[in-house]
């Protein structure tokens, strides 16, 4: 089993978009698969405690709705120092979430710790659509980051 915790300031943009989208990857190259397929646990926090409690915002919601993808249910939560031990990968969406990230865990011995575009061959932050309004560009970043997560891990 590869665990995956996917980290964001809020955990209602970003983390829980990448979430959803990696699941739904991974389900469809499990089914198109013709032989054993690696079995994932993907989940998203928060930085922050801003939002715990709320669900997805609806501009992610919206987006990955009109992707076929149900968000239902997803709830925002802060990573946990517990967190480190729990997931094989803690992946944060830029060098804010990281710095924040290494605050909650103290440090990253084991170099679980990077961001989602870090699996691509442009590495950087992806932009916080809370600020920025753009969730297309957003989405389409992670997208990128999970395609390239994904074929790292497979």
Same mark, same amino acid.
């Given at each position: $089993? #590869? *665990? +995956?915790?996917?980290? =964001?300031?809020?955990? +209602? =943009?970003?983390?829980?978009?990448?979430?959803?989208?990696?699941?739904?990857?991974?389900? @469809?190259?499990?089914?198109?698969? @013709?032989?054993?397929?690696?079995?994932?646990?993907?989940?998203?926090?928060?930085?922050?405690?801003?939002? #715990?409690?709320?669900?997805?915002?609806?501009?992610?919601?919206?987006?990955?709705?009109?992707?076929?993808?149900?968000?239902?249910? @997803?709830?925002?939560?802060? $990573?946990?120092?517990?967190?480190?031990?729990?997931?094989?990968?803690?992946?944060?969406?830029?060098?804010?979430?990281?710095?924040?990230? $290494?605050? #909650?865990?103290?440090?990253?011995?084991?170099? @679980? #710790? =990077?961001?989602?575009?870090?699996?691509?061959?442009?590495?950087?932050?992806?932009?916080?659509?809370?600020?920025?309004?753009?969730?297309?560009?957003?989405?389409?970043?992670?997208?990128?980051?999970? *395609?390239?997560?994904?074929?790292?891990?497979?």
């Amino acid at each position: $089993m #590869i *665990k +995956i915790l996917f980290v =964001c300031h809020g955990n +209602i =943009c970003r983390s829980p978009m990448a979430e959803f989208v990696l699941r739904d990857m991974v389900q @469809k190259a499990a089914a198109a698969a @013709k032989g054993p397929y690696p079995q994932f646990s993907i989940a998203s926090a928060a930085t922050s405690t801003e939002e #715990i409690g709320n669900p997805v915002h609806h501009g992610t919601r919206n987006l990955l709705r009109r992707c076929g993808i149900d968000t239902s249910g @997803k709830r925002a939560r802060q $990573m946990t120092r517990r967190d480190y031990e729990e997931y094989d990968y803690l992946i944060g969406m830029d060098e804010w979430n990281i710095r924040n990230m $290494m605050r #909650i865990v103290g440090s990253d011995p084991d170099g @679980k #710790i =990077c961001r989602l575009l870090d699996f691509t061959g442009e590495p950087g932050d992806i932009a916080d659509p809370w600020y920025t309004g753009d969730f297309e560009t957003t989405y389409r970043d992670v997208v990128r980051g999970c *395609k390239g997560l994904l074929e790292e891990l497979t």
